[in-house]
């Protein structure tokens, strides 16, 4: 029998990456632990869109942040998900 959570977990993972906005952000956190603002800087985006892709990454459990002060640094905690953005952006 086929355990078919498993296979949900991983594709919901999938989808929080779907994105291109969100496979450039896992991307740059993957190169460098960065806050919203860093990553608003590279993509010239509104901050509030970014932490839209923030949130659904944190949901998906591929990206933890690490408050210090009133900044949070955020960090790829997912291997899988590590390991498929090497392939897919080496």
């Known amino acids: ?3 078919i959570k498993k296979y949900e977990e991983k594709a919901e993972k999938l989808k929080a990456i779907a994105h291109p906005h969100r496979l450039c952000i896992v991307k740059g956190l993957i190169d460098n632990a960065c806050n919203v603002t860093k990553i608003q800087e ?3 985006l ?3 869109t970014i932490s839209q892709h923030l949130s659904k990454l944190r949901a998906a459990n591929i990206i933890e ?3 210090s002060g009133l900044e949070i640094c955020y960090k790829v905690v997912d291997r ?3 390991d498929i953005i090497k392939i897919l952006c080496p």
């Open 80 to 82: 899988d998900i590590i």
């Open 65 to 67: 942040g690490q408050r």
């Open 46 to 48: 509104p901050q509030s």
């Open 42 to 44: 590279c993509l010239e």
């Open 1 to 3: 029998m086929v355990d």
